[in-house]
């Protein structure tokens, strides 16, 4: 299987050019079927969730064509099922979203329960709440999560718990449903306002995407756009705490500051120097970090993407750190592999309480999800000696060329496949 093999020790130093997002990508790629016509989207990140989903999408019947690495044409003229199970798709959490917009577009669809990170336990309720305050009949049986309607017709929907993923799904059903939809206690995540803003460039009428209250005015159809896919919001934030764990400078280049301020705030408050320009923002860390609290929270609070790579910070700085997790109920799975390379770290509930530590010393590891595994190569970057990382595949679900960016970076890191690899790695390195 491959492995990162790391040799720690280097400070991070230039610039990276951040991807379109993730997060963002999945519900517009999934969005692109509410339309018959040619769906034109940029900027989107070459990683294995977005490819999975083109690819269930493409057995579906819908045309996808490749334009080049990020540019692609969707055409759902064709579907010719709405049923959407495979293994692969299983795989990925975004899945789900072809729910909102097939259920918008056909007035059904049935699709795999979706797995994806395994960061707790992800509930779907406010999603099922939503399709059904719009009149589907939703049920779950054998696996699949199936809705139908007559007609879907708007409704006022209060949502118990700021959920990304609900929100953007019914706002999908809703955009083609008669009346009007609002959704309350929306999510107001800069992904929520991306997909709302792609479908209004598709004749779309949602308004207060990015407040707490979004409101769809339903449309009878959707018609062809061409859109670019904002930048990553977490894959610069990654990139930025790299800086700030490696005592690196490095400049997350095509970003949007805006949507990284409680990023930079972070790591203003831990001792580094943060420059914002227009679509740039630069990171130094040249004192010793210092300890803080922080507390993950939907937009704008902190965002729990973010929780495992500034722990990898905190537990690098002078004094004692709280970390609290709001959001998921198990995402402190990292922490065991953290204390392997030296940090001193106890998780009580969804509370880590870190005393930093001077230094981490490289070792064995295994990823134990998407971002936590980007946070741990960031600590073997940081650390004294050589360290591997296993089940990379976690990492590749959601950042694009990581291995080589941060290598751009200056940074000792390259795959092996295997044992003779590692130790070839070692000889070049010396
Ligand atoms: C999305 C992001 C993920 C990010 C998360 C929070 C994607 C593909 N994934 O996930 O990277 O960590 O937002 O910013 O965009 N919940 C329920 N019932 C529901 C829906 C959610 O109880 O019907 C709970 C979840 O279990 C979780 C919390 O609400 O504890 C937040 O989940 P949600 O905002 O929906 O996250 P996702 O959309 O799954």
Not at 200 to 206: K, T
């Amino acid at each position: 299987m491959e492995q990162y093999a790391i040799k720690g020790g280097n400070p991070l130093v230039g610039e990276v050019e951040i991807g379109g997002a993730k997060n963002a990508a999945l519900p517009i790629i999934a969005a692109s079927v509410m339309t018959d016509e040619t769906v034109y989207i940029d900027n989107v990140p070459d990683v294995r969730d977005t490819n999975v989903l083109l690819k269930s999408m493409q057995d579906l019947g819908v045309m996808v064509s490749r334009q080049n690495r990020h540019r692609y044409t969707v055409n759902a003229a064709n579907i010719h099922s709405l049923i959407v199970d495979d293994d692969n798709i299983r795989k990925i959490r975004a899945s789900y979203y072809l729910i909102g917009a097939l259920l918008g577009k056909y007035k059904k669809a049935e699709v795999a329960l979706p797995g994806g990170c395994n960061i707790g336990s992800r509930g779907i309720d406010q999603h099922l709440k939503g399709f059904r305050a719009l009149g589907a009949e939703v049920e779950i049986k054998h696996g699949l999560i199936r809705a139908s309607a007559e007609k879907l017709v708007g409704s006022h929907i209060y949502m118990d718990i700021v959920s990304v993923g609900a929100t953007i799904n019914v706002m999908m059903a809703a955009t083609l449903a008669e009346g009007t939809t609002i959704i309350e206690n929306a999510a107001k995540e800069p992904h929520v306002v991306d997909l709302a803003n792609f479908l209004n460039s598709m004749g779309a009428n949602i308004k207060g995407a990015g407040t707490d209250v979004i409101r769809i005015k339903g449309v009878q159809k959707l018609h062809g756009t061409d859109y670019a896919i904002i930048p990553d919001q977490i894959e610069a934030g990654t990139f930025m705490f790299a800086a700030a764990i490696t005592k690196g400078d490095v400049t997350v280049k095509n970003v949007i500051p805006k949507h990284l301020e409680s990023i930079s705030a972070k790591l203003l408050e831990i001792g580094c120097e943060v420059e914002e320009s227009d679509d740039a923002v630069r990171v130094v860390s040249s004192k010793p970090l210092r300890h803080t609290h922080v507390k993950t929270l939907p937009y704008p609070g902190f965002p729990t993407d973010m929780q495992p790579q500034i722990a990898v910070a905190l537990a690098l700085s002078q004094g004692t750190s709280i970390v609290t997790e709001s959001i998921f109920d198990n995402r402190f799975k990292y922490v065991d592999e953290l204390t392997r390379m030296g940090a001193n770290i106890k998780v009580e509930g969804n509370t880590a309480i870190i005393d930093g530590v001077a230094k981490y010393t490289g070792a064995g590891i295994a990823a134990p999800d998407l971002r936590a595994g980007a946070a741990l190569v960031m600590a073997c970057l940081a650390a004294e000696g050589y360290s591997t990382v296993e089940e990379i595949q976690y990492i590749e679900r959601g950042y694009e060329d990581f291995c080589m960016k941060l290598q751009s970076l200056g940074a000792q890191i390259e795959k092996v496949n295997s044992e003779r690899e590692f130790q070839k790695f070692k000889l070049k390195i010396g």
